[in-house]
């Protein structure tokens, strides 16, 4: 069985007193990680860089949310790095990210003059959370998921999981298994029983 390795997003924010294109973002992709950083020695190395097919985000999309008019992102394995001035983008490229998890749509959000916002992500996802989907119809090619969240300026939203309408309240639980978020206060789901009893069971070896 081969090994799976996920890849970083990294935002930060910088301030340049004369950026010629601050409504830019910058995105620049490092190919190479030290081998010290990796989690285990399972994992197989080539030209420096872990080979396998890594699970996380692949790509995003962006149309008409906030300061955005139409962005595409790719990201790679290794770590990612998003920066730019303040007010290029960076934040609404996060709020992409959580309106795609299931998080709660917002009609302020939609940019101004336009009918509707569009955000949609691809994720590379492990096969067991394939086989999963799948049973219930999702549409998974290649071992990638999209999932697209349109909200209209009106505050009507859609949902879609593989080319199948949804809900966000579904997206939202499945939002673990797709990505992991470090932010401010994310330490908080450590209170959380349902997260205590998943890594207790996970220490113990149990599945349901």
């Known amino acids: 069985m081969g090994c799976e390795r996920h890849h970083f997003l990294l935002v930060i924010e910088?301030?340049?007193?004369?950026?010629?294109?601050?409504?830019?973002?910058?995105?620049?992709n490092l190919q190479f990680l030290p081998t010290d950083s990796l989690p285990n020695s399972n994992f197989r190395l080539k030209g420096g860089v872990v080979s396998e097919r890594f699970l996380g985000l692949e790509e995003i999309t962006i149309r008409n949310l906030g300061v955005i008019e139409s962005a595409h992102i790719e990201f790679t394995s290794g770590l990612n790095v998003l920066t730019g001035e303040t007010g290029a983008g960076k934040t609404m490229v996060l709020t992409a990210?959580?309106?795609?998890?299931g998080g709660k749509s917002d009609a302020d959000r939609v940019r101004t003059g336009a009918e509707r916002m569009i955000v949609a992500g691809r994720f590379s996802i492990s096969q067991?959370?394939?086989s999963a989907l799948e049973e219930n119809g999702t549409e998974i090619e290649d071992g990638s998921l999209l999932v697209s969240r349109t909200v209209t300026a009106d505050g009507k939203s859609r949902v879609q999981l593989g080319g199948i309408a949804t809900t966000s309240t579904r997206i939202a639980e499945l939002a673990g298994d797709l990505v992991e978020v470090h932010a401010q206060s994310s330490t908080n789901r450590?209170?959380?029983p349902t997260f205590v009893r998943a890594a207790l069971d996970l220490?113990?070896?149990?599945?349901?």
Do not use: C, D, P, V
């Open 203 to 208: 220490f113990g070896k149990h599945q349901n």
């Open 190 to 192: 450590l209170t959380k």
């Open 97 to 101: 990210l959580s309106l795609i998890l």
């Open 14 to 28: 910088l301030s340049f007193e004369k950026l010629r294109n601050a409504s830019k973002l910058f995105i620049s």
């Open 128 to 130: 067991e959370l394939q």
